[in-house]
């Protein structure tokens, strides 16, 4: 139920023999992620946001590419978010704090997480958004069997 209770250590695929440190987002996290998403593209209530895009994406999609977009449980939230939020260490030299007002040049920040190159940020994004929201991950058929059990245990209560 609380989140900085769930943290687990991963090595990352690509670059062993390094690891990340991730724990499961807040649910004000959560939504910050899906709102700087959002932030750059309609207004509306955070929470609702990610369904409402993919529902927004699925409506007559037929696009290769907006598939694959409809079928990565990221569409709906900002990558750097998840990062920021979700990312407790990392076995890499380079420091994870955040920096502080006086280190920001240009109004930019200039971090090792801003360093990061694609793959890195979809990866621990990705670890993270599955540490918080593992349902996300399921596949059609176990998403259905689980959404089946879901209403057995409510008729059941």
């Known amino acids: 139920m609380f ?52 529902r927004a994406l699925e409506h007559g999609a037929s696009d290769p590419e907006l598939l694959k977009a409809i079928a990565n449980p990221l569409t709906g939230y900002d990558r750097f978010a998840l990062v920021r939020a979700g990312l407790v260490a990392w076995s890499y030299p380079q420091s994870i704090k955040p920096l502080t007002p006086s280190e920001v040049v240009d109004g930019l920040r200039k971090d090792a997480i801003d360093d990061l190159d694609d793959e890195g940020v979809d990866f621990i994004a990705t670890e993270v958004l599955r540490l918080t929201k593992p349902g996300l991950f399921l596949s059609p058929d176990d998403a259905e069997v689980a959404r089946k059990n879901d209403s057995a245990v409510s008729i059941g209560r």
């Open 3 to 54: 989140a900085s209770l769930t943290q687990e250590t991963i090595p990352v695929p690509f670059d062993p023999p390094h690891t990340v440190t991730i724990r499961k987002l807040t649910g004000r996290e959560h939504d910050a992620a899906a709102e700087a998403h959002r932030t750059s593209l309609a207004g509306g209530n955070p929470r609702l946001w990610p369904a409402a895009f993919r």
